[in-house]
């Protein structure tokens, strides 16, 4: 079954700011304002959950790719909504473009690419790894 995936699908993932997903917390900064790896983890999602209800039982996507900036601080009590655009499908490869706001401003944007697996082709091959195989 070939995924149905179109340019132009659109995702939303959002996360209030705590101690969890700061800099300090995330070992990315020494201040605590929302973390650099929690802002593309969430962009990540938002991608990622956008085209899953769209690809084959049995697959999923994993991120190859990103480039982004983090332009504006977030401090603990705000909450972040990142969002994703598909707009480049390349056989198995997506593009996203993404971006993320806090409650007062744009935080950061970027591109980001997915690449569609097996699930479970992909975790045997990744288990292969530990056997050498």
């Known amino acids: 079954m070939e995924p149905s995936v179109k340019i132009g699908i659109k995702g939303e993932a959002k996360t209030a700011v705590n101690d969890k997903?700061?800099?300090?917390?995330?070992?990315?900064?020494?201040?605590?304002?929302?973390?650099?790896?929690?802002m593309i983890a969430l962009m990540e999602?938002?991608?990622?959950?956008?085209?899953?209800?769209?690809?084959?039982?049995?697959?999923?996507?994993?991120?190859?790719?990103?480039?982004?900036?983090?332009v504006a601080a977030t401090p603990v009590g705000m909450e972040v909504t990142a969002r994703s655009e598909l707009v480049e499908i390349d056989g198995k490869r997506l593009v996203f473009r993404v971006e993320a706001y806090d409650d007062a401003?744009?935080?950061g944007e970027g591109t980001h690419e997915r690449f569609i697996i097996n699930s479970e082709k992909f975790m045997k091959r990744t288990e292969a790894k530990k056997t050498g195989g």
């Open 21 to 38: 997903n700061t800099a300090i917390a995330h070992g990315s900064g020494g201040v605590p304002v929302f973390a650099t790896p929690a």
């Open 45 to 70: 999602n938002a991608a990622l959950s956008s085209v899953e209800p769209y690809l084959p039982e049995g697959h999923t996507t994993v991120g190859i790719k990103i480039s982004s900036s983090h």
């Open 105 to 107: 401003d744009k935080i």
